[in-house]
């Protein structure tokens, strides 16, 4: 069983930065694929990013591509999502998720979350 845990959410205006940080515990964490999603109010949880193991490939959702950063360190079972020139439609709770398998693009496809943190972006 692993337990995610999120940091780093808050509130920043519009153009700001953030970074958000995901702990885990009781796997082996270098074999997890790593993902941030996140859900607005009213809406579907959705994909944000993605790391595999190795931490050699990333995946982006087009409207976080540019402005967004995955990044793991597996000595520390941690992975980061660095947030930069956010924007208010950013708003929402973001979640660590993880998977055994290689690819996380979609919620379905996550074996463990994190009880996400709330990022709010004022204009």
């Known amino acids: 069983q692993v337990q995610l845990v999120e940091s780093g959410g808050g509130w920043v205006q519009a153009g700001g930065s953030l970074r958000l940080s995901c702990t885990a515990s009781?796997?082996?964490?270098?074999?997890?694929?790593m993902a941030w999603f996140r859900q607005a109010p009213g809406k579907e949880r959705e994909f944000a990013a993605s790391?595999?193991?190795?931490?050699?490939?990333?995946f982006y959702a087009d409207s976080v591509k540019g402005r967004f950063t995955i990044s793991r360190d597996n000595a520390k079972n941690t992975v980061y999502l660095q947030m930069n020139s956010l924007k208010p439609e950013d708003t929402a709770v973001y979640y660590c998720?993880?998977?055994?398998?290689?690819?996380?693009?979609?919620?379905?496809?996550?074996?463990?979350w994190g009880q996400g943190t709330q990022v709010t972006v004022s204009s």
């Open positions: 998720a993880a998977t055994t398998y290689l690819t996380l693009l979609k919620p379905a496809s996550a074996n463990y």
């Open positions: 790391i595999r193991g190795s931490g050699g490939s990333t």
């Open positions: 009781g796997g082996s964490f270098r074999s997890y694929t």
